[in-house]
């Protein structure tokens, strides 16, 4: 009983050791996943044409601008090449072409 009581008790001190350690390092990545599953999600409501290649606004192909932003509250730039739409986040720096950039490409 008294084994048992123990347990309980430190179960709670385990979780919070446990959550603490893991809540900054995972921070990043949970944001990028989101920026992720937004991007799969908008393609899935685009529409796909016809327009000419090149940068694509939101409402081109049918999605709210507002809906189009990334997990940092930036935008998502979209551009169209031939029957691919290639989708971009700047990640977490908000910078251009380093290394935390989010690209999804989707063909049709
Ligand atoms: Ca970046």
Same mark, same amino acid.
């Given at each position: &009983?008294?084994?048992?009581?123990?347990?309980?008790?430190?179960?709670?001190?385990?979780?919070?050791?446990?959550?603490?350690? &893991?809540?900054?390092?995972?921070?990043?990545?949970?944001?990028?996943?989101?920026?992720?599953?937004?991007?799969?999600?908008?393609?899935?409501?685009?529409?796909?044409?016809?327009?000419?290649?090149?940068?694509?606004?939101?409402?081109?192909?049918?999605?709210?601008?507002?809906?189009?932003?990334?997990?940092?509250?930036?935008?998502?730039?979209?551009?169209?090449?031939?029957?691919?739409?290639?989708?971009?986040?700047?990640?977490?720096?908000?910078?251009?072409?380093?290394?935390?950039?989010?690209?999804?490409?989707?063909?049709?």
């Amino acid at each position: &009983m008294k084994m048992f009581a123990r347990t309980l008790f430190a179960l709670p001190l385990f979780a919070v050791f446990v959550g603490c350690g &893991m809540e900054a390092g995972t921070m990043e990545v949970n944001l990028e996943n989101v920026t992720k599953a937004k991007i799969r999600a908008l393609f899935d409501q685009s529409n796909r044409g016809p327009f000419a290649d090149g940068p694509v606004g939101a409402p081109e192909i049918g999605l709210n601008e507002t809906d189009c932003q990334d997990a940092w509250g930036r935008p998502i730039v979209f551009l169209k090449q031939g029957n691919v739409l290639r989708v971009t986040s700047l990640g977490a720096d908000g910078v251009t072409a380093t290394q935390d950039d989010i690209i999804m490409t989707f063909s049709w």
